[in-house]
């Protein structure tokens, strides 16, 4: 049986892509999914205002957020035709150039799989229960996801 998943990684976890893929598709046969699409988010060098980033933090409430993360993917592989869903989101202080999220999906077809990933960043930002703090040159504040 497949299980959508929903996870939360201190930076220092060992957690990347290809660990995602395989979580993904385990327990898939190759001949149920016709694509996987992936999203990985990376924190820039740059604020939206130009400044250049020396680091940001994210905090999370992880009660709360395990609950509403593991949620989100059971309610995005319900979509027509997408078969799994693994979000991965890190928190902790990171470096710019650093991977901080990961959204896999299988489906039938691209079509549902990039409409379903789309969404999934979409919640992701609004819904999760995580906070950036932006640290540059010219101060540290709090930023959207």
Not at 57 to 62: A, G, T
């Amino acid at each position: 049986m497949i299980v959508p998943t929903g996870l939360l990684a201190k930076r220092e976890d060992d957690v990347d892509l290809p660990k995602i893929i395989g979580i993904l598709k385990g327990g898939l046969a190759s001949t149920d999914y016709g694509t996987i699409v992936t999203f990985t988010g990376v924190v820039r060098g740059m604020t939206a205002g130009g400044s250049p980033v020396d680091h940001l933090d994210y905090e999370v409430y992880e009660e709360v957020a395990r609950e509403s993360i593991q949620g989100m993917a059971e309610s995005l592989a319900a979509a027509e035709g997408v078969k799994n869903v693994v979000i991965c989101h890190k928190h902790g202080a990171f470096v710019p150039g650093e991977e901080v999220l990961y959204v896999a999906i299988a489906a039938d077809h691209s079509g549902a799989a990039l409409e379903t990933l789309r969404l999934a960043v979409s919640r992701i930002k609004h819904e999760l229960p995580i906070w950036k703090k932006e640290h540059s040159s010219d101060g540290s504040h709090w930023a959207s996801l």
